[in-house]
């Protein structure tokens, strides 16, 4: 006897109803998503630095525009631009330019300050300017002409940093940058890839077993793994179908997603400490956007199984949406800047962050894409 195929639209219905509480519309998250970005821009100013936190919001305030054309978002992300010159860090001595930690304006080489370089291409795209993507280009084209490949030695690095080489290379056709890409990636996954659990530490220092978690497990830090589950994302978005290395990228985004998805909490968010919920208790935030923004591009694109993987991002969206997400509009439960899961830190309904309200953009933005798809 022939099994019958359940239409597509059936299929999503019956996922649906298997989410507790679940029943949200297009509407319903466009409503969320202007709550949230109007909350953050009306207690902001545009005329803040281009370092990383800052950039990392207008990577998901760039992703609402993109959806809703809004000319308020838009004029935001571009009055920072011009604030900060188009620019990371400021230096123009090349001699002097740095890529270990740095907040000082040397560290041109540093992946937090070319975050800011994602939110200049994509601007550069709805009217293109030279001026406006001038020093992306100096900067990342004198990075690849050095002989160093251990540009990216932390987990949020290739959030950071990664969009911005496929973004380019995309834009001119140089192939250089899908090359150094991949140099680079080899040298982060040398240093900070679990081939056993297919995680990523923050960085070396985290490494198990030199470090454990409370209870004496390896301990992978949930922002973190964010960072590179969505920059794959962005990667892969970008990347052109015949490109060598696409398929290593589209493994590694697979194998992340399925041990992402096995370490979900009952309520949709993800525990600081992926695997030791009882190392920092209780929601976060932004680790869980990243991972709900991943997880709805996997399925949107054809990358991840539907029937597999949709219901944890609906449930990590519904914990976005309904406990994060604050009548308000603020976004709260979001751990502070930092690099590790921490026992005993206070992360509360009034935790909050811009770098979060970004990761909160990106996910329901997907979420929107997906039930446009489904209809």
Same mark, same amino acid.
């Given at each position: ?8 639209v059936?299929?999503v ?8 509480g679940y029943?949200?519309?297009?509407e ?10 109007v ?12 370092f990383?936190?800052?950039a ?6 760039m992703?609402?525009?993109q ?8 004029k935001y ?12 860090a ?6 002097q330019w740095?890529?270990?930690y740095g907040?000082?304006?040397?560290y041109?080489l ?8 994602q939110t200049?291409?994509?601007?550069y795209?709805?009217?293109p300017e030279?001026?406006?993507?001038a020093?992306?280009?100096e900067v990342m084209?004198y ?7 251990d540009y990216?030695w ?9 969009p911005v080489?496929?973004k380019?290379y995309?834009?001119?056709g140089?192939?250089?940058y899908?090359?150094?890409?991949h ?10 890839y679990d081939?056993e659990a297919?995680?990523y530490?923050?960085?070396?220092k985290y490494?198990?077993p030199k470090?454990?978690?409370?209870? =004496?497990?390896?301990d $992978?830090?949930a ?5 590179v589950?969505a *920059?794959?994302? &962005?990667?892969?978005?970008d @990347?052109?179908e015949n490109?060598?290395h696409r398929e ?10 399925k ?13 600081r400490?992926?695997l ?8 976060e935030?932004s =680790?869980t956007?990243? $991972? ?6 996997g399925?949107?694109h *054809?990358l991840? &199984?539907e029937?597999?993987? @949709?219901?944890?991002?609906l449930?990590g969206?519904?914990?976005?949406s309904?406990?994060?997400?604050q009548p308000d509009?603020k976004?709260g439960?979001?751990q502070p ?7 005993g830190?206070v992360?509360?309904?009034n935790?909050?962050?811009?770098f979060g309200? =970004?990761a ?11 039930l446009l798809n489904?209809?």
């Amino acid at each position: 006897m022939r099994k019958m195929k359940l239409p597509r639209v059936f299929l999503v219905c019956l996922l649906f109803i298997s989410i507790r509480g679940y029943s949200q519309t297009k509407e319903d998250i466009l409503a969320s998503l202007n709550s949230a970005n109007v909350y953050w821009q009306s207690n902001h100013k545009a005329q803040v630095n281009a370092f990383w936190d800052n950039a990392a919001y207008h990577t998901g305030n760039m992703e609402i525009y993109q959806l809703t054309k809004n000319e308020t978002y838009r004029k935001y992300a571009e009055d920072w631009a011009e604030y900060n010159k188009w620019m990371g860090a400021k230096s123009d001595d090349k001699s002097q330019w740095k890529y270990s930690y740095g907040e000082k304006d040397e560290y041109v080489l540093f992946g937090d300050w070319q975050i800011c370089f994602q939110t200049y291409i994509d601007l550069y795209l709805l009217k293109p300017e030279a001026y406006k993507i001038a020093r992306a280009k100096e900067v990342m084209q004198y990075q690849m002409s050095t002989p160093a490949n251990d540009y990216w030695w932390w987990a949020d690095g290739l959030y950071m940093v990664m969009p911005v080489m496929t973004k380019l290379y995309k834009l001119t056709g140089d192939r250089q940058y899908s090359d150094k890409l991949h140099e680079y990636l080899t040298y982060a996954n040398s240093i900070m890839y679990d081939k056993e659990a297919k995680l990523y530490y923050r960085d070396a220092k985290y490494i198990y077993p030199k470090h454990k978690s409370a209870n =004496g497990r390896k301990d $992978f830090w949930a922002r973190g793994d964010g960072w590179v589950f969505a *920059g794959l994302a &962005k990667v892969l978005k970008d @990347l052109p179908e015949n490109d060598p290395h696409r398929e290593e990228y589209v493994s590694r985004f697979k194998d992340m997603a399925k041990a992402i998805v096995k370490s979900q909490a009952a309520d949709g968010y993800w525990t600081r400490s992926m695997l030791d919920p009882d190392h920092a208790p209780g929601p976060e935030t932004s =680790g869980t956007a990243f $991972f709900t923004y991943g997880l709805f591009w996997g399925i949107n694109h *054809g990358l991840l &199984k539907e029937k597999t993987y @949709l219901p944890a991002a609906l449930k990590g969206w519904n914990y976005l949406s309904k406990k994060a997400l604050q009548p308000d509009g603020k976004v709260g439960f979001v751990q502070p800047i930092g690099e590790k899961a921490i026992p005993g830190q206070v992360v509360d309904v009034n935790s909050t962050a811009n770098f979060g309200v =970004g990761a909160f953009l990106l996910a329901g933005c997907e979420h929107y894409r997906y039930l446009l798809n489904a209809k």
